[in-house]
């Protein structure tokens, strides 16, 4: 009882200790006075989009599955599902299972798919001998699944619909009692979404109407203009084509937006662009006519295509610590420049506001703070082996383990946090805390910084430290200054 209480103490100082969901986290330490030059990708970093889109990239990848793979036309039934999925989830391929692995390559029970409805713990562990899915299984650097990799990542944000639409097409099949071949599923539902990209289609959708599709609340101009006016230099690499980026930027920046940028590469091939040294840069022109000269230069106010990283950096001697690079895919975007350039880089990660404001509620504060007094007494009565404190103890496992479902379900009733599978960091967040200097929600949280700030990431005790110094925030992580309770 005295434990109880002494927890539900902690609430109301916790409560205060909110965080702001405009606040820039850090993984490594970085200042931004050192930063000279910033890069940008465009979907979901420079161009925010609506939900609309996935509805969108849902429906018609779905009609082409019908018309040009030649798929059941009760697939028309299915609609795309806001907030059944989330970003970092593995699939895979040939059981055709979706779920939520965590840092150590965990599977989080009660949160294995086959198409819209969960898989039974039993079933689970019967499949992997296990929850533990081996080295060689995972999806390899980059997420995909090849060369023997059974497991698919799905990392970035245009992955939602696809996700979605995997679900639906095995729900159908399943509940008609069709016999399929999940590979190949999943390769056509793969190729169909790509179609939407390849052939231009979400594209031409987009332009034809930008009020339904792009969100102009990220302040994304205010970020460029701020970084232009303090004599940064800024460059964009993204994997769109220029005239999809160019309506994009007019209609969030204004048509003087290529003032703003010292480069300008579109149709980039990321991450092939950051590792293939055999691709040139070509010159294309705002009518999308390609030039044939070879590059000796990038210039200012001109558009290139393609190329490569390596070329990039001979042209333009921006090298190591001194560039910062945004984007929202952690592998795509982020890993092979922090991992073989030494840039500095930034991940957009929108689903935080969400989780913050989720974290710094009344109910999940109590659920939180009563689940980590829970562990503790379970911790330290489990060395008394009478009968009766046993029983305690197993009520408390009970309740410990209810309770951690219902926090998973806070944030989303099927696979729970972008960032947690329970306790333990999702896989996730741990190629995020790896690939990514800095972290924040949208760019617009920069607007809450000057260009001489050093961002220091929070000294978390190890698991053999002393937790006696309180934890270090940043300024403008906190909504109060009042110490965190460890």
């Known amino acids: 009882v005295r434990n109880y209480l002494n927890t539900l103490s902690l609430i109301p100082v916790i409560s205060k200790n909110s965080v702001n969901p405009n606040t820039i986290f850090a993984n490594n330490e970085m200042s931004l006075h050192d930063i000279e030059i910033y890069g940008f990708d465009y979907d979901y970093t420079l161009a925010f989009y609506s939900r609309h889109l996935h509805t969108l990239i849902f429906n018609i990848a779905r009609d082409i599955l019908i018309q040009e793979h030649r798929y059941p036309e009760g697939l028309r039934e299915y609609e795309y599902i806001p907030n059944f999925v989330v970003r970092g ?68 944000i245009f992955s939602l619909p696809e996700m979605n639409l995997l679900c639906c097409v095995n729900d159908y099949f399943m509940k008609h009692n069709i016999d399929y071949e999940p590979v190949h599923l999943y390769k056509d539902v793969k190729a169909a979404i790509g179609d939407v990209h390849v052939k231009g289609i979400m594209y031409r ?84 006519v390609l030039h044939w000269d070879r590059i000796h230069k990038l210039e200012k106010g001109k558009i290139y295509k393609q190329g490569n990283l390596y070329e990039f950096l001979r042209l333009t001697g921006w090298r190591g610590s001194k560039v910062l690079y945004f984007g929202d895919h952690i592998y795509s975007d982020l890993a092979d420049l922090t991992l073989k350039h030494g840039w500095r880089t930034g991940a957009i990660i929108p689903e935080l506001r969400k989780e913050i404001k989720i974290m710094n ?126």
Not at 102 to 107: M, P, Q, R, V
């Open 361 to 486: 509620t009344e109910q999940y504060v109590h659920l939180m703070t009563w689940l980590q007094g829970l562990t503790g007494l379970i911790e330290h009565m489990q060395v008394h082996r009478d009968p009766a404190s046993q029983a305690v103890v197993q009520e408390w496992i009970k309740e410990r383990e209810a309770m951690r479902s219902q926090t998973k379900d806070i944030f989303n009733s099927q696979f729970g946090s972008l960032f947690r599978t329970y306790h333990n960091p999702t896989y996730f967040s741990r190629r995020l805390s790896r690939f990514a200097d800095i972290y924040m929600a949208s760019l617009s949280c920069l607007l809450n910084y000057d260009f001489q700030h050093t961002f220091f990431p929070r000294r978390t005790p190890l698991q053999h430290e002393s937790p006696f110094w309180p934890e270090q925030t940043s300024a403008g992580h906190r909504e109060t200054q009042t110490p965190d309770i460890i």
């Open 205 to 288: 959708a987009v332009e034809a109407d930008m009020e339904n599709y792009i969100s102009y609340g990220e302040q994304t101009h205010a970020v460029l203009k701020k970084l232009y006016e303090d004599g940064k230099k800024m460059f964009l690499i993204t994997n769109s084509p220029f005239d999809f980026v160019d309506r994009g930027m007019n209609y969030i920046v204004g048509k003087d937006w290529r003032d703003l940028f010292d480069i300008v590469i579109v149709q980039a091939d990321k991450p092939g662009f950051f590792n293939d040294r055999r691709k040139p840069f070509r010159r294309v022109t705002d009518k999308g």
């Open 89 to 156: 989830l593995h699939y895979d391929v040939q059981k055709a299972l979706l779920m939520k692995i965590d840092a150590f390559h965990y599977i989080q029970l009660g949160t294995v798919y086959r198409g819209l409805h969960p898989v039974p713990d039993k079933e689970v562990i019967a499949m992997y001998d296990g929850c533990h899915v081996p080295l060689e299984n995972m999806s390899d650097f980059y997420g995909k699944s090849s060369h023997g990799h059974t497991m698919k990542q799905f990392m970035d």
